[in-house]
């Protein structure tokens, strides 16, 4: 099983940053590729960010060059450093895994999620 748990969350001003983490446990050395996705108000979740275990990454075009993706392999945890946010970056934001998702920025290819963390952009 893999466990995973969100931090880091909370409000902040446009234009300001914020960083999350997700500490994970478990199974979670066996996992291949990590992903943050979120969920504004009303609308469906979305892929925001991924990482392979090996360091290759990949973002949605909507956050190019705002959030940075990383990991610490040897504490198991991932990150979301998230810059210039803006107040549609309002959203619940989640932590996922998965070993082989044949979509890197699909919900579905990701079975462990973790219970998320708010992030409020305040204009």
């Known amino acids: 099983q893999v466990q995973l748990v969100e931090s880091g969350g909370g409000t902040v001003q446009t234009g300001g940053s914020l960083r999350l983490s997700c500490a994970a446990s478990?199974?979670?050395?066996?996992?291949?590729?990590m992903a943050w996705f979120r969920q504004p108000p009303g609308k469906e979740r979305e892929g925001v960010a991924v990482?392979?275990?090996?360091?290759?990454?990949r973002y949605a075009d909507f956050v190019k060059g705002r959030f940075t993706i990383s990991q610490d392999n040897a504490k198991n945890t991932l990150y979301l450093q998230m810059n210039s946010l803006k107040p549609e970056d309002t959203a619940m934001y989640y932590c996922?895994?998965?070993?082989?998702?044949?979509?890197?920025?699909?919900?579905?290819?990701?079975?462990?999620w973790g219970q998320g963390t708010q992030v409020t952009v305040s204009s």
């Open positions: 478990g199974y979670a050395s066996s996992t291949n590729y």
């Open positions: 990482i392979g275990r090996g360091g290759s990454t």
């Open positions: 996922a895994a998965a070993f082989n998702p044949p979509w890197l920025l699909y919900q579905q290819s990701y079975p462990y």
